[in-house]
């Protein structure tokens, strides 16, 4: 265990079924679905035509429209939160020591959108010159986090984090690591992705990873469920800004909860499958229990990282089987990729947002779609419904292909 207490004060998230902190709340404890056909593009040729996309977002809210059209929609979605969890975290500016603030902020890929458009502009006219001087700054996955420390300021550690689906959950063990050390006082952590694009889809659908449920798309995402056959890309981005407990109560801040453990393993065994029973879910899991001080008897809740593949849920059961024992029947594992589809570099992000509202709300957002039962998926999966129960500690889990494991354990939080 590090030395210092880290805590969380700010939150911020954009994703398919609600942008803002409380509409995303409000979307995970009814259940909404945030699947739809894809408007994007045109999706005749392809495989699969449905998405979670993000709805009904104004960059202008948060971003002045000459620096909107330089910034790829993941930044766009980046800035938009970061700008959430600032008005959350509720810092005195004119106190606040900038140069003890910094920024991990990942991306699975980056500027997917821009990167296509322009290779498009080149390919059809062969002109170098038609490239945008802002093509690589729009482009590049650690530009989100360099936007945000810009905007604010923030001159602490500052960088970005790829690791596919673990991108956001190792930016906020990376944070939570550089507080614990008293590197920083404060942290802004997460990811963001806007990949749904041809090139997304087209690739996805070629790994056969994606769902092709066309006729069926809002029953597409089913985590847990025997007629699962793939997962639903999402878009957003989450955030979450870490302080250390000394730091947040010297300033007075609201405190939403404790990060106290992080567990990141590697599979070390296929670049996309994960180990088989989920052995490194296993080490990941023992490790964030372990860095917390705590016993698997203390985890109320686990926030899966249930993608709805047929490999991910199966392994994922039985990980949290091995690790949890005779408590894996007490404790509930749900799904919020059932709603919002699955955010590739922001999946950790806001599925950690998630694992903190239902701590704070006493809530278990459902698992939808879980009509079926895998029958080797036999844990209390939340079905269909929000569950209501008290959650002291809880997990959130994320893995990534290239076999990149992470678990993050947050705590009510006790003064």
Same mark, same amino acid.
């Given at each position: 265990?590090?030395?210092?207490?880290?805590?969380?004060?700010?939150?911020?998230?954009?994703?398919?079924?609600?942008?803002?902190?409380?509409?995303?709340? #409000?979307?995970?404890?009814?259940?909404?679905?945030?699947?739809?056909?894809?408007? *994007?593009?045109?999706?005749?040729?392809?495989?699969?035509?449905?998405? !979670?996309?993000?709805? #009904?977002? $104004?960059?202008? $809210?948060?971003?002045?429209? *000459?620096?909107?059209?330089?910034?790829?929609?993941?930044?766009?979605?980046?800035?938009?939160?970061?700008?959430?969890?600032?008005?959350?975290?509720?810092? $005195?500016?004119?106190?606040?020591?900038?140069?003890?603030?910094?920024?991990?902020?990942?991306?699975?890929?980056?500027?997917?959108?821009?990167?296509?458009?322009?290779?498009?502009?080149?390919?059809?006219?062969? $002109?170098?010159?038609?490239? /945008?001087?802002?093509?690589?700054?729009?482009?590049?996955?650690?530009?989100?986090?360099?936007?945000?420390?810009?905007?604010?300021?923030?001159?602490?550690?500052?960088?970005?984090?790829?690791?596919?689906?673990?991108?956001?959950?190792?930016?906020?063990? #990376?944070?939570? +690591?550089?507080?614990?050390?008293?590197? !920083?006082?404060?942290?802004?952590?997460?990811?963001?992705?806007?990949?749904? @694009?041809? +090139?997304?889809?087209?690739?996805?659908?070629?790994?056969?990873?994606?769902?092709?449920?066309?006729?069926?798309?809002?029953?597409?995402?089913?985590?847990?469920?025997?007629?699962?056959?793939?997962?639903?890309?999402?878009?957003?981005?989450?955030?979450?800004?870490?302080?250390?407990?000394?730091?947040? @109560?010297?300033?007075?801040?609201?405190?939403?909860?404790?990060?106290?453990?992080?567990?990141?393993?590697?599979?070390?065994?296929?670049?996309?499958?994960?180990?088989?029973?989920?052995?490194?879910?296993?080490?990941?899991? *023992?490790?964030?229990?372990?860095?917390?001080?705590?016993?698997?008897?203390?985890?109320?809740?686990?926030?899966?990282?249930?993608?709805?593949?047929?490999?991910?849920?199966?392994?994922?059961?039985?990980?949290?089987?091995? @690790?949890?024992?005779?408590?894996?029947?007490?404790?509930?594992? /749900?799904?919020?990729?059932?709603?919002?589809?699955?955010?590739?570099?922001?999946?950790?992000?806001?599925?950690?947002?998630?694992?903190?509202?239902? +701590?704070?709300?006493?809530?278990?957002?459902?698992?939808?779609?879980?009509?079926?039962?895998?029958?080797?998926?036999?844990?209390?999966?939340?079905?269909?419904?929000?569950?209501? +129960?008290?959650?002291?500690?809880?997990? /959130?889990?994320?893995?990534?292909?290239?076999?990149?494991?992470?678990?993050?354990?947050?705590?009510?939080?006790?003064?």
């Amino acid at each position: 265990m590090g030395n210092k207490r880290v805590v969380v004060t700010g939150m911020g998230a954009v994703t398919p079924i609600g942008i803002g902190i409380e509409e995303y709340w #409000d979307g995970l404890i009814h259940g909404k679905n945030g699947v739809g056909l894809i408007t *994007k593009f045109d999706t005749t040729n392809f495989e699969t035509k449905f998405a !979670a996309e993000v709805k #009904d977002f $104004n960059p202008e $809210n948060y971003i002045d429209k *000459k620096t909107v059209r330089r910034m790829d929609p993941f930044t766009q979605f980046s800035m938009a939160t970061a700008a959430m969890a600032m008005e959350q975290a509720a810092f $005195n500016q004119d106190t606040l020591n900038k140069d003890r603030f910094g920024v991990i902020f990942g991306s699975g890929i980056g500027g997917m959108v821009t990167n296509q458009l322009q290779h498009w502009q080149y390919y059809e006219t062969k $002109n170098p010159r038609l490239i /945008s001087p802002f093509f690589v700054p729009m482009m590049i996955s650690d530009i989100a986090a360099g936007q945000i420390s810009i905007r604010y300021g923030l001159k602490g550690p500052n960088y970005a984090t790829t690791s596919a689906c673990a991108t956001s959950s190792h930016a906020i063990a #990376d944070a939570f +690591m550089i507080i614990q050390r008293g590197s !920083a006082d404060a942290m802004m952590c997460g990811g963001s992705e806007a990949a749904i @694009v041809e +090139m997304s889809i087209g690739g996805f659908n070629a790994l056969k990873a994606l769902s092709t449920w066309n006729d069926r798309y809002l029953e597409a995402s089913r985590p847990f469920d025997k007629d699962r056959n793939g997962f639903v890309m999402g878009e957003g981005a989450g955030i979450l800004i870490l302080e250390s407990y000394e730091h947040a @109560v010297s300033r007075g801040a609201n405190i939403l909860c404790e990060i106290s453990g992080i567990g990141l393993t590697g599979d070390a065994y296929h670049i996309t499958a994960p180990a088989p029973g989920g052995e490194g879910a296993v080490r990941s899991m *023992k490790e964030a229990i372990r860095d917390a001080g705590l016993t698997a008897n203390d985890v109320d809740y686990i926030n899966a990282h249930g993608t709805s593949t047929p490999y991910n849920d199966v392994n994922e059961t039985k990980a949290i089987k091995t @690790v949890f024992g005779d408590h894996a029947y007490k404790m509930i594992v /749900s799904s919020t990729k059932s709603m919002t589809g699955h955010l590739l570099g922001a999946a950790g992000a806001i599925e950690a947002i998630a694992t903190i509202l239902a +701590m704070k709300n006493g809530a278990v957002p459902p698992t939808i779609n879980l009509v079926n039962p895998d029958p080797e998926c036999d844990l209390n999966y939340s079905a269909l419904t929000a569950t209501k +129960m008290e959650i002291n500690c809880a997990i /959130s889990n994320t893995f990534g292909f290239g076999g990149h494991n992470a678990s993050l354990l947050f705590k009510k939080f006790e003064g």
